[in-house]
């Protein structure tokens, strides 16, 4: 047989294969010798076909809201102005108010850490004396549960805020919005995990009674810290300021230590709070998660833009906000990420994904920026060229990179900013998460720490609900 067929050769040269279906299809030609490839392609997410013409037919549209949102994002500079507490500063906050992370959820279908965290902040504040007479009144429809973002503030992992809590004030000071956070109580057996016992009630009140009048008194002295800055420093120092915020803290920290020392009415009392910080590597994580906030709500409220603005998770649902389509949140079922779990304790004690801390991701960190983090995944689990390798994924769902923050390992690229939900949709790539786990039962706390993609509902909802917006007929 000749081994030209129209001039072309067949058979006088070594076999290759290109795959662009399932890997598994390339286990024979693998076993056999064959020099194969597999392309990293899927099919796009599957969206109804009228609302992604409507899609492509405002693309030039789209494209320009979109670069006026990263224009605000990357113009804006979060800085830390001061504390109080949330019954003063927070809007719409009231002595009934207990805001929560993710998306807006009633009673009846939280899970079991998020409950947890209600039953502790009841405990705190005084409105009961027991788990069961909290629970009875959380169940009792006397009390009002709304999500962090719809009040200018963002919580880790469940997320709770009540009236009397000290919050950082955080603002932004390029367009002059304000965003609070609690302050981080350290890992394990904490409030945010749902854990509700007497050590954390007595953990709390130390917050409130020491802690928070120091750090006051020390930033009255010190004036605003650019948060912006010290995040983009955190980077080159290792941190991804999500689930690694030992060199942010430390960061804080040098800032905030001589003024400390300067107001504290007793040597003690610094001294006590500066080994609470010193003893909590993820003390700055509130920080970040507001300046994240502050900077991506400057992008809020553009018509046509489909860069989300918020990725947040209470445990039951993942929940999604564009710039293009106002406060309006789409959902999906939050799931269990793969974790490194602590001894004892196993994937089937997992609550669902939880918190508000994604808002990291959604500004290009955390996650997104974990190649600037190794050492991150020994904590999570994984590899340092895993790491590299989630990143740059990463930059193929967004629509820009970061002016300032900078990820060293990649020769100092600017980390991936602007997740476009039309991006998500066509490549089929889901925005990855680092994240801690909390257990699924109220009251124990968390159990480990890993790394999930987010779900694909969501990202679809958001498609079909922009294009929805943009053809005027806005879905219910």
């Not at 993820?282 to 603005?309: E, I, Q, W, Y």
């Not at 990725?311 to 939050?334: E, I, K, S």
Request: with cysteine; net charge negative.
């Amino acid at each position: 047989m000749s081994e030209r067929k129209n001039g072309f050769p067949l058979f006088g040269q070594e076999l290759q294969l290109l795959n662009l279906g399932l890997e598994s299809f390339l286990d024979g030609p693998r076993a056999g010798g064959t020099a194969v490839v597999q392309v990293d392609w899927r099919p796009p997410l599957p969206v109804d076909p009228d609302l992604a013409r409507v899609i492509r037919a405002e693309g030039e549209a789209i494209d320009c809201a979109n670069r006026l949102v990263l224009e605000r994002i990357q113009a804006a500079r979060p800085h830390l102005v001061g504390l109080s507490t949330a019954r003063e500063v927070v809007p719409g906050m009231t002595e009934n108010t207990f805001l929560h992370a993710g998306p807006p959820i009633i009673w009846e279908r939280m899970c079991g850490p998020m409950r947890g965290a209600i039953l502790g902040a009841l405990l705190y504040e005084g409105r009961a004396d027991t788990p069961e007479r909290a629970a009875t009144l959380a169940a009792s429809g006397e009390l009002q549960f709304a999500p962090c973002h719809e009040h200018a503030a963002v919580g880790p992992m469940a997320g709770v805020i009540s009236p009397s809590m000290p919050v950082f004030v955080v603002r932004e000071e390029t367009f002059g919005g304000t965003v609070f956070a609690t302050m981080n109580e350290g890992l394990g057996k904490v409030l945010r995990y749902g854990a509700y016992g007497p050590e954390v009630l007595t953990r709390l009140r130390w917050m409130a009674s020491t802690l928070y009048p120091a750090l006051r008194r020390a930033l009255e002295a010190s004036g605003p810290i650019d948060l912006r800055s010290l995040i983009a420093q955190a980077l080159h120092m290792g941190d991804e300021v999500h689930n690694r915020n030992r060199a942010a803290t430390s960061l804080l920290f040098r800032a905030l230590a001589p003024a400390l020392a300067r107001t504290a009415p007793e040597g003690s009392i610094a001294a006590e709070v500066l080994d609470f910080i010193n003893g909590n590597d993820h003390f700055f994580l509130n920080l970040s998660m507001a300046s994240c906030k502050a900077m991506l709500d400057t992008g809020r409220d553009m018509p046509g833009s489909s860069v989300v603005v918020a990725m947040a998770r209470n445990g039951t649902d993942f929940g999604v906000q564009l710039a293009g389509t106002g406060g309006r949140w789409y959902t999906g079922p939050a799931e269990v990420p793969d974790a490194l779990f602590f001894p004892g304790y196993t994937r089937a004690d997992a609550n669902p994904d939880i918190g508000d801390s994604s808002i990291t991701e959604t500004n290009g960190l955390g996650g997104f920026s974990i190649a600037a983090s190794p050492a991150i995944v020994q904590f999570v689990g994984g590899t340092p060229a895993d790491a590299l390798d989630y990143t740059l994924q990463m930059y193929e769902i967004t629509a820009a990179e970061s002016n300032v923050f900078q990820i060293p390992a990649l020769g100092f690229r600017g980390s991936p900013v602007g997740i476009d939900v039309r991006l998500v949709v066509d490549k089929n790539i889901l925005p990855f998460i680092d994240t801690g786990v909390a257990h699924r039962e109220p009251g124990i706390g968390q159990v480990g720490a890993g790394v999930l993609n987010a779900p694909a509902e969501p990202f679809v909802a958001a498609y079909e609900g922009l294009a929805s917006h943009l053809a005027g007929t806005p879905r219910a």
